[in-house]
């Protein structure tokens, strides 16, 4: 019989070791929300709705961290690290704007749960502290905001098909060989792999519209 899966957390940007949830959530809430208005009507008792927009999907969930019985700052082993991925990052600069920003990250639990997105919201909860004030215990809602709607990545960026030892990928607004890496391997770690295919010295300088060579397997 298999051991549990933990859910993780990986930052698609920098690639590196994915947060580990402690425990898996309890629950995991998607929802989503399409914007209708209604045509401007004299005389009818109900306008007819005209589809406006989609919302992205948003999931949340709530994750338990407890570190009393190792008498360590529930902040430094596991807190700490979700709230990093909120944080403006200087190298993630927009090269119309000119603007950074928190990194994209990527929630996976198993086979099943998969899901690109930012997180727009952190609410976190001390519950348990030792008697010189360290917390121990904490609870942390977390929501993603899905990044790119799913459905759309496979017609922008087609691949040469079959099993051949090399596929292409144009780059995209926003995109970072981590996030490429993790898209085709399943493993962000492996963007160097691409980095040294294309011959790039430059790693976070990708350039909308470049067509990369990715190595297969």
């Given amino acids: 019989m298999s051991g549990l899966v ?3 957390i990986s930052n698609l940007d920098s690639g590196g070791s994915p947060i580990e949830c402690m425990f898996n959530p309890r629950e995991c809430t ?27 999907a948003t999931l949340s969930m709530e994750l338990f ?15 700490d690290a979700l709230w990093e991925l909120m944080l403006v990052d200087d190298g993630l600069e927009d090269t119309k ?8 990250v990527h929630f996976q639990w198993g086979k099943s749960w998969s899901f690109d997105a930012v997180i ?10 030792l008697p010189d004030g360290t917390p121990v215990r ?11 709607d799913e459905k759309l990545l496979p017609s922008q960026n087609p691949t040469s098909g079959g099993d051949g030892i ?4 144009t780059v995209q607004e926003g ?4 996030r490429i890496a993790h898209i085709h391997y399943g493993d962000s770690d492996r963007w160097r792999r691409i980095a040294n295919a294309n011959h790039l010295i430059s790693v976070r300088d990708l350039r909308p519209g470049t067509v990369l060579l990715i190595p297969h397997g």
């Fill in 138 to 148: 904490a609870t942390m809602k977390v929501t993603f905001e899905q990044l790119k």
């Fill in 30 to 56: 998607f929802s989503k929300v399409n914007q209708w208005t209604r045509e401007k009507s004299s005389g009818a008792n109900v306008a007819d709705l005209e589809f406006s927009t989609g919302q992205p």
């Fill in 97 to 104: 704007n000119k603007k950074s920003r928190p990194p994209y």
């Fill in 166 to 169: 090399e596929r292409v990928w």
């Fill in 65 to 79: 961290f407890d570190t009393f019985a190792a008498g360590e700052d529930v902040r430094k082993e596991y807190t």
């Fill in 175 to 178: 995109d970072t060989l981590a």
């Fill in 120 to 129: 727009t919201n952190i609410q976190q909860s001390f519950t348990l502290f």
């Fill in 6 to 8: 933990k859910a993780t």
